[in-house]
């Protein structure tokens, strides 16, 4: 039988660390390094590290707290997609589903499905299947694009204003 839940999730405006709630209680939290594409996530169930390497072809590691490999998260960067691949083999396609970033995906093209809206901080999750790894791993693709943007837009008005200056 499949559940249907709905999450709601805050970040700081200035941070990103992220606070996943159910009816009003905490459920996890999604706690990031300030200069490093890395996370801790910390459940009801343990503590998780996603932790990633790579610049040109990037990939995060989902660890749990015996540093077991729990799945492989590789980003699609030119399309904005990525992709968590399970070590049973189970995969999950993960993108964004409207052109303002706002909303995102994450299925595995079967039978589950979760649903990501935001809005100014905070959001809602749609899910159809209660798992935590894959509530905070799309989450923190979420994180890791925003990321890349901001990088982006930062980098294209520094050469702009050097470009500018000389």
């Known amino acids: 039988m499949i559940m249907e839940q709905t999450l709601n999730w805050r970040k700081g405006t200035f941070d990103s660390n992220y606070h996943v709630f159910k009816d009003g209680l905490l459920r996890f939290s999604l706690n990031f390094s300030s200069w490093k594409n890395s996370a801790i996530a910390t459940t009801q169930n343990g503590i998780y590290l996603l932790k990633s390497t790579g610049f040109s072809n990037p990939e995060t590691t989902l660890f749990n707290n015996k540093n077991e490999v729990l799945a492989k998260i590789s980003y699609d ?41 935001a809005s100014s901080g905070s959001g ?4 159809n299947v209660d798992d935590d790894l894959l509530v905070f ?21 520094f050469l702009s204003f050097f470009r500018s200056v000389f």
């Open 124 to 127: 809602i999750v749609h899910s």
């Open 77 to 117: 960067l030119l399309s904005f997609k990525a992709k968590i691949i399970f070590p049973s083999g189970e995969q999950f396609d993960w993108s964004f589903q409207n052109s303002w970033l706002s909303r995102w995906s994450l299925n595995n093209k079967n039978d589950k499905q979760i649903l990501f809206n």
């Open 137 to 157: 791993c799309g989450l923190f693709i979420r994180e890791y694009y925003a990321r890349i943007l901001f990088l982006f837009i930062l980098m294209v008005f």
